[in-house]
């Protein structure tokens, strides 16, 4: 057995992150400002995107999306019970409703069969998740918004380096970036807004600082007034800069962190491919680059003979840490309770939230490390 836990993430911070992130704290200017603007300008480049606003988070930028397309009461959004619970609870706080698509069994992502039922007079956007590192079917469901006069808003927090049909995405349209430490890279927390409409751009960018226009450093550097005035109610969710030198630091090695994060995911395909328990995910066709955000196994639960949890509980006590991403957000206790969501109507959702389970993936891991896990899996199921 493993002499030390092998967590299923950890951030790759260097030496020389943490001594820029110093340099940031000496410098006097610690929040928004000149490490944010290159941040934001070599993620529009990286991505592809005429417009990238740094926020707080990736939460913060659904946030101010909600805000930003007037989403109240009455109004219903279509998004995945398949999903970070953020989206979903931000829908319910905006006084709006969720309406759950359900998922492709084997990809984890809507498709447009699935989010086809859901639209009625009250939907107001369509927010399909990009799963893993894989990418949703966009060009397809993207077409199916449009058809419907609906805004089609992307949660790419998985899909930094994601390609769809040969595109970043993000490229085109409207997605959200996280900055998370699991994430691909990461800035602590953070999150990335990326649209090619320069209106929502602006509006977003007003929104993050309490619907001022400008933000503390347009004001120090750019000659505007420091007297600008509310031109709306806005939030208070710019990023730091001192989040910002993580975040264009790491930047520059995200593709070698997805080459490290794809050369251990095949290795894990190569050795689990003979473990009959384990059901792989399938990857879309429209996924032309895998980010490999996350390598997720969905338990056979009836072969195994054990749960999903205890499968987990397990692995733990072989010093192997997991993940669950995600446990079906419209069966959490406040959907159930208070919402009122029931079991069964989301039957490929719910199948995969008893049997999904994240192993270990980041890029400071080692083949070994990938054996260690194989093996400790092994054990479990074998014994
Ligand atoms: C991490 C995550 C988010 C939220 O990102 P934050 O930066 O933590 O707010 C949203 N959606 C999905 C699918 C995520 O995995």
Same mark, same amino acid.
């Given at each position: 057995?493993?002499?030390?836990?092998?967590?299923?993430?950890?951030?790759?911070?260097?030496?020389?992150?943490?001594?820029?992130?110093?340099?940031?704290?000496?410098?006097?200017?610690?929040?928004?400002?000149?490490?944010?603007?290159?941040?934001?300008?070599?993620?529009?480049?990286?991505?592809?995107?005429r417009h990238g606003v740094?926020?707080?988070?990736?939460?913060?930028?659904?946030?101010?999306?909600?805000?930003?397309?007037?989403?109240?009461?009455?109004?219903?959004?279509?998004?995945?019970?398949?999903?970070?619970?953020?989206?979903?609870?931000?829908?319910?706080?905006?006084? #709006?409703?969720?309406? @759950?698509?359900?998922?492709?069994?084997?990809?984890?992502?809507?498709?447009?069969?699935?989010?086809?039922?859901?639209?009625?007079?009250?939907?107001?956007?369509?927010?399909?998740?990009?799963?893993?590192?894989?990418?949703?079917?966009?060009?397809?469901?993207?077409?199916?918004a449009a058809h419907k006069?609906?805004?089609?808003?992307?949660? #790419?927090?998985? #899909?930094?380096?994601?390609?769809?049909?040969?595109?970043?995405?993000?490229?085109?349209?409207?997605?959200?970036?996280?900055?998370?430490?699991?994430?691909?890279?990461?800035?602590?927390?953070?999150?990335?807004?990326?649209?090619?409409?320069?209106?929502?751009?602006?509006?977003?960018?007003?929104?993050? @600082?309490?619907?001022?226009?400008?933000?503390?450093?347009?004001?120090?550097?750019?000659?505007?007034?420091?007297?600008?005035?509310?031109?709306?109610?806005?939030?208070?969710?710019?990023?730091?800069?001192?989040?910002?030198?993580?975040?264009?630091?790491?930047?520059?090695?995200?593709?070698?962190?997805?080459?490290?994060?794809?050369?251990?995911?095949?290795?894990?395909?190569?050795?689990? #491919?003979?473990?009959?328990?384990?059901?792989?995910?399938?990857?879309?066709?429209?996924?032309?680059?895998?980010?490999?955000?996350?390598?997720?196994?969905?338990?056979?639960?009836?072969?195994?003979?054990?749960?999903?949890?205890?499968?987990?509980?397990?692995?733990?006590?072989?010093?192997?840490?997991?993940?669950?991403?995600?446990?079906?957000?419209?069966?959490?206790?406040?959907?159930?309770?208070?919402?009122?969501?029931?079991?069964?109507?989301?039957?490929?959702?719910?199948?995969?939230?008893?049997?999904?389970?994240?192993?270990?993936? @980041?890029?400071?891991?080692?083949?070994?490390?990938?054996?260690?896990?194989?093996e400790a899996v092994k054990?479990?199921?074998?014994?």
């Amino acid at each position: 057995m493993r002499k030390d836990f092998l967590p299923f993430s950890r951030p790759s911070i260097s030496e020389e992150d943490i001594s820029a992130v110093g340099e940031v704290l000496r410098s006097g200017w610690i929040t928004t400002g000149p490490k944010t603007a290159a941040f934001e300008r070599d993620f529009r480049e990286y991505v592809g995107c005429r417009h990238g606003v740094a926020l707080a988070s990736a939460t913060a930028g659904m946030h101010l999306l909600l805000k930003a397309l007037g989403i109240g009461p009455g109004d219903e959004v279509i998004t995945p019970s398949m999903t970070w619970v953020s989206t979903v609870n931000l829908i319910v706080l905006a006084g #709006a409703t969720p309406v @759950f698509a359900d998922i492709d069994r084997d990809t984890l992502m809507v498709t447009p069969e699935t989010v086809a039922p859901c639209f009625s007079s009250r939907t107001k956007a369509v927010i399909p998740v990009h799963f893993a590192g894989a990418s949703a079917n966009l060009s397809a469901l993207r077409k199916q918004a449009a058809h419907k006069g609906i805004p089609l808003v992307e949660d #790419a927090a998985h #899909a930094l380096g994601t390609h769809h049909r040969g595109a970043h995405v993000g490229a085109e349209g409207t997605a959200i970036f996280s900055f998370h430490p699991i994430k691909n890279i990461t800035t602590g927390e953070g999150g990335m807004f990326c649209t090619d409409d320069a209106e929502t751009a602006e509006r977003i960018s007003r929104l993050k @600082f309490h619907g001022l226009g400008v933000d503390a450093y347009d004001r120090e550097t750019q000659g505007r007034s420091p007297q600008a005035q509310v031109l709306e109610p806005g939030y208070k969710y710019n990023m730091t800069d001192v989040a910002a030198i993580l975040g264009l630091r790491q930047l520059r090695r995200v593709n070698q962190f997805i080459q490290k994060r794809r050369g251990l995911a095949e290795r894990y395909m190569e050795r689990l #491919a003979e473990v009959d328990e384990l059901l792989p995910l399938a990857i879309s066709e429209d996924t032309t680059q895998h980010a490999w955000h996350l390598f997720i196994v969905r338990l056979d639960i009836h072969r195994a003979g054990i749960s999903r949890d205890e499968f987990m509980a397990e692995l733990k006590k072989k010093n192997i840490g997991t993940g669950l991403h995600f446990r079906a957000v419209h069966l959490q206790k406040y959907y159930r309770e208070v919402m009122g969501f029931r079991q069964g109507i989301l039957p490929h959702t719910e199948w995969n939230s008893d049997r999904i389970c994240s192993l270990p993936l @980041f890029p400071d891991m080692t083949f070994e490390d990938v054996d260690d896990v194989v093996e400790a899996v092994k054990e479990v199921l074998g014994g």
